[in-house]
Structures are given as structure tokens and as C-alpha cells.
């Protein structure tokens, strides 16, 4: 822009400089030549004078001459007869001199019988001339002055050097006041520029300098551009803000969440999300579809018609997580902002849900049918015996021991069950007290004699002598004894060995190994016969007077008390219950 207003104001420098030198010149010109035909008219008509008054032609210019002593070597006088021929000059033989007859200034003069010039170069005396020629009507001849212009031509010489010179200095300081404004005037506007293109970059601390301001118009362009910056750069840290407290907010949600864009390409994912899919996308490089996230056509669609609804939808539906597959509830919250469109994609497991909820039906139905099972058969004898059996003693006395059996099977049943939902419900233990736990060994292996002489299993025992203190809830522990060393007799043969061991591993915790020589477990069921009513052969478990829930109470038992439940078994040869507590 600067430059364009130094080129333009250069153009009219030069424009001017050179109007006003070559009008100078002109008017120069036209006065030195009025001045030099008056000169020369002058000397004429003194010539000519002197010829009407007789005196011979010599004589006559020597005289003329006389007056223009300065001059006089430079004032050429030639006296032409009207035929042309040249009758004198002061400056040539006129012998030598051609005809003049033809020469303009004198053409001119014989034409209209009075004066005429002209300016050419002098033939006779190669320069520059300016020639005046009058007619003499009284003598019949052409009387011709001339001065040559030499002079004059070399101070319109030097003129137009001098022209030039002015010129030339005259664009010189132009240049060096343009270079001098456009320094004063370009800089701040650098500055600015400058700082302009720093802040679009993104250096939104970049200011124009204080001392490059002055009291213009460009200091107050200064300001305000300092002003507008300082306030974009605290309208950027606030959104910058804004932005990592809505970041840190959504990381800290727990739910996985993504948000998608209109056309379901993944804009944003929490923490949790990134976690769950296995991806650590960086949305703002490149585009992902959020079927690439999901694996789901499902979810596309669901978050399409949600969209295109504008209402929140859920559905649950299987995803491929890092996980593997796992059932979710995934709702879709669409949203619109003034400058997008999207919506908010948040995931909810509830495989664990669905799986308590399946286990908790299948253990209602499981009861029910654990249940129905005795009082069927309760039922069925006591109708038999009402239909006339109770008439037959033997027959009544043996139905009503097997609806006695049944009872207590009912009973057992019913307590196993209110054991386990206490345990279950359980969060701590409670009524803990020290007790020597061989001591209970001992109280167990009296409680199951009975059993145990039936079968003639023999009953091994730690050595009672030797004192293994505990603190834990007396009954708890001995509920999970008794239901060991129950199933070690139960599931035993005859004549076989049970034997009961307990140890403390450290400060803590104590081992309780319940190890039999019985049937055994094959290894697929090993798992399972700790899950509730799991039995591995349910008639022998119910010939046997098994509830199924034996196991599952001392797993849960073991749990309660920061331990576990495991087993070891081979079939045929006997199996090794081990539990560990810290007790
Ligand atoms: P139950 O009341 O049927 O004994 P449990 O939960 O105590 O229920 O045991 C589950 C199943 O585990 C039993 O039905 C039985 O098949 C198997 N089992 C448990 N203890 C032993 C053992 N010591 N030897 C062989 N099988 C056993």
C-alpha cells in the first residue's frame, strides 16, 4: 500500500520536475531569440542606414561592427543583391559564398519586401545561426545579420543538466522520507501484523508493544487490538477451562459414554469407555464410525432412530468388549447444540444382573421343586393310610416312619435354606469368641459317631491334646465341619476312613482338611458341587438324606471369613475338602 503511494508520489515529482524545467526552458528559449532578432534588427538597420547614406559597403558594416563590440566577432553581416549573389560578408570571401537567393530568412524577406529569420545550421560557418534578414528597397538588397546560438544552446544544456540533477536529488530524498515515514508508519502496522498472526496461530499472549504506540490513530488501533486479545485470551482459557473440567467430569463417571456426531462418527469416549472398548481413539485426528467401537449394527441403529426421533432409546444388546462378549443396556440421549447435532451414548453392564437374577429364579425354582418332592410323598402316604392302610399296623407303622423320614427332610431342607439367606445377607460376622477348634473337631466327630459306626467309617482326628485357639463364631465354623465330615461319611464306603485335620498357616489364618477314601468326584463336577442343590448323583444325595446346599453354605461360610472352599478328588479313591479361614 505504502509503496503504491511512494510510486504515485514519485510519478507526480518527476511529472512536475520536468513541466516546470521544460516550460523554463521554452520561455528561456523564446526570450534569448527575441532578444538576439532584436539585437540582430537593430544591427541591420544600422547597416542599412549607413548604406542609404551612401557609405561604401565595408566601411558601412565596419561601422555597424564598431557598435557591437562585445559582440562584434560573433555578428555576422552579409550583404545579398536581390538576385542572390552574396555582394558582402564580414566573416567569408564572398567569391567563395554560394547563391543566397534561396536561403529562407532572405526568400522571405525579397517575398514581402520586408524582414524574415530563420535558424539553421550555417553552411558557410558550420554552426548553429540565427539569421535576420530585411529588404532594402532604396539599394535593391537583402540585408542579412546573424548570431550564432551556440551560446545560448549550451546554457539550455546545462539547464536540462541541472533539470536533471534537481531530479535526481529530488527522487533521492523521496526515497529516503519514504524510508523514513514508512519506517515511522510501517512498523506499528508490522507489530500488529505480527501480532495478528501470532494470535491466529494460537498464541493467544501475544500483545503489541507499548512503546511502539504513539498518540495516533495506530496507537488506539494498538490498544483496541490489545484490548480484543487480551480478551480472546481469557475467553480461551475459560472455554480451555470449561473443557478440561467437562473432560475430567465425564472420565469420572463411571458408566462408559461416547458422544457421536450426525453421521455416528465418535467425537468423544470417557475413560471408562476407552477402557471397555480396548481403544484409545483421539477423535479430533481422525473418523471413527461407532460401529468399529461397538461391533454392533444394533447400536447404530438404535442411536440413528434416537436421533432422528429426537428422544432418548434403549435397548440391551450383546457387545464385543475387551471382556469378550457381554450383555449391556446402551441408551442413546440425543442432543443439539446451535452449531451439531449428536447424541450422548452411555453402556451399562447388566450381564451381572441378568445372572443374579437368573440364579435367583433358578433357585426359586429349584425350592420349590426341592419342596414339593417330600410333601408329595407326605402327602401321597398319609391319603394311602386315610384310604384304609392305617387299618394295617405293620403297613401304617412303616408309612408313617417314611413320612417321618420326609418331615425331616423338609426340616433339613428348610434350615439349609435360612442358613444360606443368613449367610448370604451377611456382611460381617458377628458373635466371635476364642475357642480351641480341636475341641469343636472333637464335639463333631461326637455328633456324627452315630453315622459314621453305621457305616463303620473310622473318624481320624488331629491330636485334641494340642490346643488350636480361634476367634470366629463358634457355630459358623461348626456348621462347616459338620457338613464336610457329614458328606465324608455319607459319600464314603463302608468300613472307610475320614480324617480331619487343622492347622494354622500364619498369624491369621487356619487350614481345615476334611480327606475320606470314598467314591470320589469326577473331575468335570469338581466346580459345580459348590453351587446350590448341585448334586453328582441326586438319588443317591436324597437316599442319603442330602439337601444339595451342604457345600454351598461352606463356601459362602469360607467367604464370609476371607477364605475359600477347594476340592481334590479322584474318583474311586477319595476326595480332599480344604478350607481355609482367617480365623
Ligand atoms: P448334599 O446334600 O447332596 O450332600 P452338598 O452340597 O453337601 O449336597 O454336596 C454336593 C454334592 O457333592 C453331593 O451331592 C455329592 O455328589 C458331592 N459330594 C460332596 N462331598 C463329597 C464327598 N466327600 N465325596 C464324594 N462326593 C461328595
Keep these: 500500500m505504502l509503496n503504491k503511494i511512494y510510486g504515485l508520489l514519485a510519478a507526480v515529482l518527476i511529472i512536475a520536475i520536468a513541466i516546470t524545467g521544460l516550460t523554463a526552458v521554452r520561455v528561456i528559449s523564446v526570450y534569448h531569440n527575441q532578444r538576439t532578432e532584436s539585437q540582430l534588427m537593430t544591427a541591420a538597420r544600422m547597416l542599412q542606414q549607413y548604406l542609404n547614406e551612401a ?34 560578408d564580414n566573416t567569408t570571401d564572398p567569391v567563395l559564398m554560394d547563391n543566397h537567393k534561396y536561403r529562407p530568412e532572405i526568400a522571405h524577406a525579397i517575398s514581402i519586401q520586408g524582414s524574415g529569420t530563420s535558424v539553421r545550421r550555417s553552411t558557410t560557418v558550420a554552426d548553429d545561426m540565427l539569421y535576420l534578414a530585411i529588404y532594402d528597397p532604396q539599394n535593391e538588397l537583402v540585408i542579412r545579420t546573424a548570431l550564432p546560438l551556440t551560446a545560448h544552446r549550451a546554457g539550455t544544456r546545462e539547464l536540462y543538466i541541472t533539470i536533471f540533477a534537481v531530479l535526481i536529488v529530488a527522487l533521492v530524498l523521496l526515497v529516503a522520507i519514504s524510508l523514513f515515514t514508512a519506517n515511522i508508519i510501517s512498523r506499528p502496522l508490522q507489530k500488529l501484523k505480527q501480532a495478528s498472526r501470532l494470535l491466529a496461530e494460537g498464541q493467544y499472549e501475544s500483545r503489541v508493544p507499548e512503546m511502539h504506540l504513539d498518540d495516533g490513530e495506530v496507537a488506539a488501533l494498538s490498544k483496541t487490538f490489545n484490548q480484543m486479545a487480551h480478551q480472546l485470551q481469557e475467553t480461551i482459557a475459560e472455554l480451555e477451562d470449561k473443557n478440561v473440567r467437562l473432560d475430567a467430569m465425564l472420565n469420572a463417571i463411571i458408566s462408559p459414554m461416547l458422544a457421536v456426531d450426525q453421521s455416528l462418527a465418535v467425537r468423544f469416549m470417557n475413560a471408562p469407555a476407552r477402557q471397555l472398548f480396548g481403544r484409545d481413539l483421539d477423535p479430533e485426528k481422525a473418523v471413527y464410525p461407532l460401529l468399529l467401537i461397538t461391533h454392533q449394527t444394533a447400536a447404530e441403529e438404535l442411536a440413528r432412530s434416537s436421533m432422528d426421533n429426537r428422544l432418548p432409546q434403549s435397548a440391551e444388546m450383546d457387545l464385543q468388549t475387551v471382556d469378550g462378549k457381554q450383555l449391556y443396556q446402551v441408551t442413546v440421549s440425543p442432543f443439539t447444540s446451535s452449531r451439531s447435532e449428536g447424541a450422548m451414548i452411555s453402556f451399562f453392564n447388566v450381564s451381572q444382573a441378568r445372572k ?89 466327630a461326637v455328633l456324627l459317631d452315630e453315622a ?45 476312613l475320614v480324617e480331619i485335620s487343622a492347622e494354622r498357616s500364619d498369624d491369621k489364618t487356619v487350614k481345615i482338611q476334611i480327606r475320606d477314601n470314598g467314591y470320589g468326584i469326577p473331575r468335570e463336577y469338581q466346580d459345580r458341587i459348590f453351587e446350590r442343590f448341585y448334586r453328582v448323583d441326586s438319588s443317591r444325595s436324597r437316599e442319603l438324606g442330602g439337601t444339595g446346599l451342604g457345600l454351598s453354605i461352606v463356601k459362602h461360610i469360607a467367604q464370609l471369613y476371607g477364605g475359600s472352599a477347594s476340592v481334590e478328588s479322584e474318583p474311586g479313591k477319595g476326595s480332599v475338602f480344604t478350607v481355609i479361614l482367617k480365623i
Excluded: C, W
Excluded at 465341619?481 to 463302608?494: C, H, M, P, S, V
Design 356 to 444: 443374579l437374577q437368573k440364579m435367583r429364579s433358578d433357585f426359586v425354582s429349584n425350592v420349590t421343586h426341592e419342596l414339593r418332592t417330600p410333601l408329595t410323598s407326605i402327602r401321597g402316604f398319609i391319603e394311602t393310610l386315610k384310604n384304609g392302610a392305617i387299618n394295617n399296623p405293620d403297613v401304617a407303622e412303616r408309612f408313617l416312619d417314611i413320612i417321618d423320614i420326609e418331615a425331616d427332610r423338609l426340616h433339613s431342607l428348610i434350615s439349609d435354606i435360612l442358613t444360606l439367606s443368613e449367610i448370604e445377607e451377611l456382611v460381617n460376622e458377628t458373635d466371635h469368641e476364642t475357642f480351641d477348634l480341636n475341641d469343636l473337631i472333637e464335639d463333631v
Design 452 to 496: 459314621a459306626s453305621e457305616k463303620k467309617v473310622k473318624l481320624r482326628l488331629p491330636d485334641t491334646e494340642k490346643p488350636l485357639q480361634v476367634y470366629a463364631n463358634r457355630h459358623r465354623i461348626k456348621q462347616v465341619l459338620i457338613n464336610l465330615t457329614d458328606n465324608a461319611i455319607k459319600y464314603n464306603r463302608q468300613q472307610g
Design 55 to 88: 557609405m561604401p559597403v565595408s566601411q558601412a558594416a565596419e561601422r555597424t561592427l564598431q557598435v557591437y563590440e562585445e559582440d562584434a566577432a560573433m555578428l555576422r553581416l552579409t550583404i545579398v543583391n536581390v538576385d542572390g549573389t552574396v555582394l558582402y
